[in-house]
């Protein structure tokens, strides 16, 4: 009989907390909508590829065309140029019997699987001209050198998220922390008493800000440094660029927890918020190519802090970039937190009584 009256009461409780009936009932369900349209993406898109007049006819007969995108260049372009001017995932020059195929490898996996198919169209090409009895000596005996623009022929998939997960991690936390945080100020009757005197709601904010901002910076820092020196991430990039990226994004996610925790009416709550908020988060923040998505999916991206933080490590860490190629990510991480931080002004009338 007493365990039918706790389950009573906690079945009222729920229906009358619509907000935790909602995030039950209807959150899961978004967040197999969004990871449906996510993965059923297509993950082997059609690779663009360029190439030289020089390359025999027969080997570029032998690609299939399903799969790759092929342009024909002049051999006067420097191949690491055109690479990053046309987007190119791999550039095919064909001299003195080799075949100087150099690759993007922004995207490790698309590296594999073009090498594969290089290979294999050598072989399909050997095959069709032993098979018409013309087969030439020169092709047969030829050789594939590979060149990379980004990384070598070691560099894996893990190499290519890893610094996104460090951007995913600071984002991760802090906005969790900060979340938390102002609901432990509100529950414990210390915001109200703040909101009852002079004090502006824009100083409460600012404070909470450069408060727990202070924090923010100190575990970047140590992300950062724990990463790259105990956990030996390869490359030579600017660690202050990749410290200046996470700071933009640790102040980000503060004042976007601070947000969200005006929603949320408990702890529990604030971690409910977490699948709604944090996993679109790391799905377009690279980890799964924005170019394989539906264009409407790559849209919503440009709504999320993280694909920017995202884009700007990959451009420091693997791409060996400097400031300019990272200023207008920086300038958006910039927006989002001045509209959160706006947001949570506005958002603070709802608390003051006086």
């Not at 030579?236 to 949320?264: D, E, H, K, P």
């Amino acid at each position: 009989m007493n365990i039918l009256v706790i389950v009573q009461r906690i079945v009222k409780e729920l229906l009358r907390d619509k907000r935790t009936l909602a995030l039950l009932l209807f959150a899961p369900l978004l967040m197999l909508t969004l990871l449906h349209f996510v993965f059923e993406a297509n993950l082997n898109p059609k690779l663009k590829i360029g190439i030289t007049q020089q390359v025999p006819s027969s080997f570029v007969a032998a690609l299939p065309e399903k799969e790759l995108s092929i342009q024909y260049y002049s051999t006067h372009t420097s191949p690491k140029k055109l690479l990053k001017k046309e987007h190119l995932a791999a550039y095919i020059d064909y001299n003195q019997q080799n075949f100087k195929i150099y690759y993007q490898n922004d995207q490790p996996n698309n590296t594999k699987r073009l090498n594969l198919l290089f290979r294999q169209a050598l072989q399909t090409q050997s095959a069709n001209q032993q098979s018409t009895k013309a087969a030439s000596l020169n092709v047969q005996k030829g050789k594939i050198k590979n060149f990379y623009l980004y990384g070598n022929q070691q560099t894996t998939f893990f190499d290519h998220i890893f610094p996104l997960l460090i951007g995913f991690f600071v984002f991760f936390f802090v906005f969790l922390i900060s979340g938390i945080a102002l609901l432990k100020e509100r529950s414990s009757g210390t915001l109200d008493r703040m909101l009852a005197t002079s004090i502006r709601r824009s100083e409460i904010i600012f404070g909470y800000l450069l408060g727990y901002g202070l924090f923010a910076i100190i575990q970047t820092i140590f992300i950062v440094f724990y990463a790259i020196y105990l956990l030996k991430v390869s490359g030579q990039f600017s660690i202050l660029l990749v410290i200046l990226i996470n700071i933009f994004t640790a102040f980000c996610a503060l004042a976007f927890g601070l947000f969200i925790s005006t929603f949320a009416n408990s702890e529990f709550q604030m971690m409910q918020f977490i699948p709604i908020v944090i996993i679109p988060q790391l799905l377009f923040s690279g980890i799964i190519p924005l170019e394989s998505m539906h264009e409407s999916i790559q849209l919503l991206a440009k709504f999320l802090p993280l694909s920017y933080t995202g884009d700007a490590l990959s451009q420091i860490m693997i791409k060996n970039g400097h400031l300019k190629e990272i200023h207008f990510d920086l300038l958006m991480l910039l927006v989002f937190t001045l509209t959160f931080t706006y947001l949570n002004i506005i958002g603070l009338k709802r608390y003051r009584k006086v």
